[in-house]
């Protein structure tokens, strides 16, 4: 499967993005989702994920009640909305996809990546 993520932007603190990750050439339904992010000198880590029908997410500490991950299957595309961001959510953010139903919150037990849209805070 591919998965191709846009989205991303300048925004100022306060604001909000939505990103989007499309996925093809393969069944959607069948992929458990995560996004993840990078900032420059950092490791990817896991900013949410959703099983493949979309009944349960999970949403790292940093920035749950202002982020909300979702999809669509319908639409073969994953949804991350942010509110609220801050200068901390600076960073190139990734969608992932792996085989089953549950989704995982750690880099390695995700099969297929997206290419990564960039994110950027101003204060």
């Known amino acids: 499967v591919q998965l191709q993520a846009s989205g991303g932007g300048l925004v100022l603190a306060g604001g909000s993005l939505r990103l989007s990750c499309a996925a093809s050439?393969?069944?959607?339904?069948?992929?458990?989702m995560g996004w993840f992010r990078q900032a420059p000198g950092k490791e990817r880590d896991v900013v949410a994920a959703?099983?493949?029908?979309?009944?349960?997410?999970y949403h790292a500490d940093s920035v749950k009640g202002r982020f909300t991950i979702s999809r669509d299957n319908a639409k073969n595309t994953v949804y991350l909305q942010m509110n609220s961001l801050k200068p901390e959510d600076t960073a190139v953010y990734y969608c992932?996809?792996?085989?089953?139903?549950?989704?995982?919150?750690?880099?390695?037990?995700?099969?297929?990546w997206g290419q990564g849209t960039q994110v950027t805070v101003s204060s």
């Open positions: 959703i099983n493949r029908n979309g009944g349960s997410t």
């Open positions: 050439g393969g069944t959607f339904s069948t992929y458990a």
């Open positions: 992932a996809g792996r085989i089953g139903f549950i989704y995982a919150t750690s880099v390695n037990s995700y099969d297929y």
